[in-house]
């Protein structure tokens, strides 16, 4: 891994001092830089890019949220970590649609945050421990599976990954536009009307697990 310059979006100066001292001990690290807010942050990539963001969601002046999705409609996809003390799916979701990569509580242990830095650089999504269990003990204790077809659960754990239906095709040996009428099936079974409201439909039915999305 290169160098990585790093930022540190919250509002709490004690907590982002200390964690940037933390990051700042890693050696594949360059940079740590600081934002006390999402509008300070917003500002400064004016005039500069971070490898990876860690971004804190209740703040004054623009939150966490608000400035992930400005900052992608912006500057373009960033790899942008949710940092917070915020557990619930929703909140989860809303970050996770406007564009984070990952996901962490701050109750999350250093070796985790250091894996999400890894994960998420490499381009894939990181979502905590935590959340998986907050998750999976919001399901319902009857699973429910829509009667999918094999082919279905194949493309649904492929969505899950983050693949586009070209990709999955190329995947999979079949065409595009197969791709696209099973996605299209499986959203009327779901009654979702995205790739992330599907996903989090399948975790909470525990039709796919976090982890794989991970993998």
Request: aromatic fraction near 8%; hydrophobic fraction near 40%.
């Amino acid at each position: 891994m290169k160098s990585l310059s790093i930022i540190v979006v919250d509002d709490h100066k004690l907590f982002r001092e200390g964690f940037c001292k933390l990051l700042s001990g890693l050696p594949y690290i360059s940079e740590v830089h600081q934002a006390e807010n999402g509008l300070a942050f917003i500002r400064m990539l004016n005039s500069q890019r971070f490898d990876i963001v860690f971004m804190d969601i209740a703040m004054p002046h623009i939150d966490g949220l608000k400035a992930t999705s400005e900052a992608v409609n912006r500057f373009g996809q960033l790899n942008i970590i949710a940092l917070t003390m915020h557990g619930s799916e929703e909140t989860f979701k809303s970050m996770i649609e406007a564009g984070c990569k990952g996901y962490m509580l701050k109750s999350s242990s250093f070796e985790e945050i250091t894996n999400a830095i890894q994960t998420v650089y490499e381009g894939e999504l990181y979502v905590c421990s935590e959340l998986q269990e907050i998750i999976t003990n919001t399901v319902n204790s009857e699973r429910e599976t829509n009667n999918f077809t094999n082919r279905e659960m194949e493309i649904i754990h492929l969505i899950a990954k983050g693949q586009t239906s070209q990709s999955i095709a190329d995947s999979l040996g079949i065409r595009k536009k197969t791709v696209d009428k099973h996605r299209e099936n499986i959203f009327i079974k779901t009654n979702v009307n995205n790739s992330i409201e599907l996903v989090m439909y399948a975790i909470k039915n525990k039709i796919i697990d976090v982890y794989e999305m991970m993998e």
